[in-house]
């Protein structure tokens, strides 16, 4: 299996996967995984009047810089956190450890932009192509 990259909180170090299961928990909540992206990494896709994406000459999508959300922030991370944490108990072969949300946003000590990047970059690992 693939190897699980790690984020640390409090001084402690969970494992984070953010697998197809991770992704429908997002597409029910957020409805596109594009929308989920926009608020995590605080930019937000500009329309013209007909409701199309506006893009520069070089065909790249135009986008304009929002605050990034907490709400999306504080819905992500428990559920990497815990599939991270379910994942590698099968693979040692023993009971998974599940830490409640509260607790894992009580845990947060690192400022939110931070924070937003490392869980953009895990995001953006479930897109790559596996080889």
């Known amino acids: 299996m693939e190897q699980l990259n790690k984020i640390t909180l409090s001084g402690r170090e969970y494992p984070i996967k953010c697998s197809n299961f991770v992704l429908a928990e997002i597409q029910a909540k957020y409805g596109e995984l594009s929308k989920f992206e926009d608020l995590l990494s605080g930019r937000k896709a500009k329309y013209d009047d007909n409701g199309n994406r506006l893009r520069d000459e070089d065909g790249n999508a135009i986008f304009e810089k929002t605050d990034i959300s907490m709400d999306a922030i504080n819905f992500f991370l428990p559920l990497i956190i815990n599939e991270g944490l379910e994942i590698e108990a099968i ?30 970059m895990e995001f953006y690992r479930a897109f790559n192509i596996k080889k």
Do not use: G, Q
Request: aromatic share 4%; glycine share 0%.
């Open 91 to 120: 693979e040692k072969n023993k009971p998974a450890e599940i830490i409640d949300s509260k607790t894992i946003i009580r845990m947060i000590d690192v400022n939110p932009f931070t924070l937003s990047l490392e869980l953009l």
